[in-house]
């Protein structure tokens, strides 16, 4: 990867981390009546929590090396992929004094990613090269995340609380069968080949709030919204073609991002 496509992968996380700063600063001054935050509850110890969200997917570095590789050149694609539901179940511990930690398994639902040529290793045109015209990919993870409350960690204890979040585990990215179309030809030729799945380490940022919504006394149920960026890593399709051909050197290839907007929901395990 080169170093100025590797900066701007991580353009996401900078501006979480600016943004992130520029919310959280004020408040570790802010008095304990703030507006609208009552006294919490004791929430110390582990916990439940389940989040539902939307992600916009980012699809980068997509490419295939053909059976007359390096003869015939590597593609490179400019692929596109569908926008879909996230969910999160996780259980962790809560330490009351800023941070908590929980490990998490998020799941996605299958997306489609299509996109044309965009070039060619041997400078060739695209004219001439084909376009990947079907494929899906679905994304399941582990992951353990890592949470930090300014106002908390500042001895405050409102139901209000501002955070941020770092995580990082392991992603299974499963590509469902794909097919590459060469229209240049007179009768166009598709090609299609098995899925595969590949695992990858991935990491995330992100920042949110928690509001909790129960009154002191009351069992704690605490209601959360977030922002996260997720890198998942690479993915990859099978070389096992489903018709007749010679396998791939390398088969279809591409990084998977993710920026998520959820809702959950957090519930202490044990009342204090």
Known sequence: MKPITHLSRLAPLALSVALTAAMTAPLTAAPDNLPGAGLASVTYGPYLRAEFGMATTDINGGSWQPHGY??????????????????????????????RFDLGMTFSESMGVTGPCASASDGSSCAIHADITSASLKTNALMGSLYYSPLEAAGKNTTFNPFVVVGLGLANNKVGDWTRTNDSLVTGVDRSF??????????????????????PGQWPVILEASYRY?????????????????????????DVDNQVVSIGVRVPLQRM
């Not at 569908?82 to 809560?94: I, K, L, N, Y």
């Not at 098995?194 to 009154?215: C, I, M, N, R």
């Open 194 to 215: 098995e899925g595969d799945s590949s695992t990858s380490l991935a990491y995330s940022l992100g920042f949110g709030a928690s509001w909790q919504v129960t009154k």
């Open 70 to 99: 390096p003869s015939d050149p590597q593609v490179n694609f400019d692929l596109s992929g569908e926008d879909g539901s996230f969910g999160t179940v996780a259980m962790g511990f809560d330490w009351m004094n800023g941070y």
């Open 230 to 254: 997720y890198n998942f890593g690479t993915a990859q399709g099978g070389s096992t073609p489903i018709d007749s051909g010679q396998p791939p050197v390398s088969p279809l290839t591409f």
